[in-house]
């Protein structure tokens, strides 16, 4: 087994985007770099093997290193991807890395999603927008389980920013909210506890930045790593767009 799997073992070549906008002597180029495949070897392992051995100023970011912190999103060969979760196997021996398109650059693959979503989560009005003041005796409202379900099902969203870089809509259009946006949209709209009427909503969703911005050639639903059901949110949202507006 030992030397069957040591036949497997491939040498990667990796062209990586490389491109400081803090330093003006920089210029955006893809640089080459090689490394020997280890079995199970993720993107993270071999980024950090180039990092130690090879570059240490290469930048990119990881946290979780689990698909759960949703910061180590970047383009792998055309594709957003995690690269803590995608492994060099899957992956033919030339890989091509780049930063995320959409976002603001920091620097080689890495990019700022942070502001991108604070700004949507703010313009999305992304909390409980509740009218009574807050009861701490009040008894706790029962919610129905495939309610409790659907909400959680939104809430998986790591924003990572990979549904809005595949996206040609969001990356033409910066101020459309995206899959990622339009997804908390629906999280919050669907919750009882949430008191927008429907008018309130409409305001936010059938605007440009909105669904109807949307081309739904659900590129998002297909690139989501935590495999969302986007498909379904964005159905969602315009059925509940066409009933407010039939009212
Ligand atoms: S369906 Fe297409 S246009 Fe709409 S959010 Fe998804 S990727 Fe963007
Ligand atoms: S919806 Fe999916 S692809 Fe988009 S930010 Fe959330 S987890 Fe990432
Ligand atoms: S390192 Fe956290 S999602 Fe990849």
């Keep these: 087994m030992a030397s069957e799997s040591a036949q497997k073992r491939r040498h990667l070549r990796f062209e990586i985007f490389r491109y ?11 640089q080459s770099f090689e490394l020997d495949e280890t079995p199970y070897m993720s993107l993270f392992l071999a980024l950090n093997q180039i990092r130690e051995k090879q570059d240490p100023s290469l930048q ?38 780049h930063p995320l398109p959409a976002f603001a650059l920091i620097g080689d693959l890495s990019v700022d999603t942070g502001t991108w979503f604070r700004a949507m989560n703010e313009r999305v009005g992304a909390w409980i927008h509740e009218q009574q003041a807050f009861d701490p005796n009040a008894r706790e409202e029962p919610m129905n389980d495939d309610l409790a379900q659907a909400i ?15 996206c040609g809509i969001a990356n033409i259009q910066p101020e459309f909210y995206g899959a990622a946006g339009l997804n908390r949209i629906a999280r919050f709209m669907m919750d009882p506890r949430d008191k927008r009427e429907a008018g309130d909503w409409f305001e936010v969703v059938s605007s440009d930045e909105g669904v109807f911005a949307c081309v739904g050639l659900m590129a998002c639903h297909d690139i989501c790593p935590k495999e969302l059901p ?7 949202l315009r059925r509940r767009m066409l009933v407010s507006r039939i009212r």
């Design 60 to 97: 990119f970011d990881f946290a979780c290193r689990s698909a759960i912190c949703g910061s180590c999103a970047m383009m792998v060969n055309g594709r957003p991807s995690l690269a803590c979760r995608t492994l060099t196997e899957d992956l033919p021996e030339l890989i091509r890395l």
């Design 152 to 166: 959680y099902e939104g809430d998986r969203c790591i924003e990572c920013g990979c549904c809005v870089a595949g």
């Design 20 to 30: 400081n906008p803090e330093d003006q002597e920089s210029t955006p180029q893809l």
């Design 230 to 236: 986007l498909l379904e949110v964005h159905a969602y």
